[in-house]
T-cell receptor, first 118, second 110 residues
């Protein structure tokens, strides 16, 4: 089946630093990838939609200058949290659509990245 | 945009009993309804999904029903086992984005 990986699985950083998270589709090409954030005991909230070769589409309330998204290839999207602060600590999960599947929005999720900002 | 409501937020059942989780959605254009199981600190795992051209789908102990007219869909787990304990999320999607419900924490008591 479709496999999505994320790296790193967890990261601890100091306040004010930047952190990059990678999301890769391992056995399929993904023109569209999605980035979610999940706070403890809450649901997944879509942050942005990443389209290969074009600018990401951000959800309302998500600062695009703070959460930089790059989708340079059909198998890789990156999320960079710039000038991280403790309130950015969360579980970040990516997902990818397999462009070879039906028109239904089936997404395959990465294992997530636990970010802790001190 | 799409809005998905999920109930209940917590559910405790005795091992062997059935569990039912219900979701409603707002966008009549939504055509894909997946259910995910998420264990603590792990990714959401797709357990079953249903498309808008189908009213019911079953996979062993898990079944999902969809009522397009009423815009609601439900997850049914029969013969529950302790390993079914987790948080379950429903979601609804049109052609582009998935919108998730707030989740149901299911506890199966041995």
């Amino acid at each position: 089946g479709a496999v999505v990986s994320q790296h790193p699985s967890w990261v601890i950083c100091k306040s004010g630093t930047s952190v990059k998270i990678e999301c890769r589709s391992l056995d399929f090409q993904a023109t569209t990838m999605f980035w979610y954030r999940q706070f403890p005991k809450q649901s997944l909230m879509l942050m942005a939609t990443s389209n290969e070769g074009s600018k990401a589409t951000y959800e309302q309330g998500v600062e695009k200058d703070k959460f930089l998204i790059n989708h340079a290839s059909l198998t890789l999207s990156t999320l960079t949290v710039t000038s991280a602060h403790p309130e950015d600590s969360s579980f970040y999960i990516c997902s990818a659509r397999d462009q070879g599947t039906s028109g239904y929005n089936e997404q395959f999720f990465g294992p997530g990245t636990r970010l802790t900002v001190l | 945009g799409e809005n998905v409501e999920q109930h209940p937020s917590t559910l405790s059942v005795q091992e062997g009993d059935s569990a039912v989780i219900k979701c409603t959605y707002s966008d009549s254009a939504s055509n894909y309804f997946p259910w995910y199981k998420q264990e603590l600190g792990k990714r959401p795992q797709l357990i079953i999904d249903i498309r808008s051209n189908v009213g019911e789908k079953k996979d062993q102990r898990i079944a999902v029903t969809l009522n397009k007219t009423a815009k609601h869909f439900s997850l049914h787990i029969t013969e529950t086992q302790p390993e079914d304990s987790a948080v379950y999320f429903c979601a609804a999607s049109g052609s582009y984005q998935l919108t998730f419900g707030k989740g149901t924490k299911l506890s199966v008591i041995p």
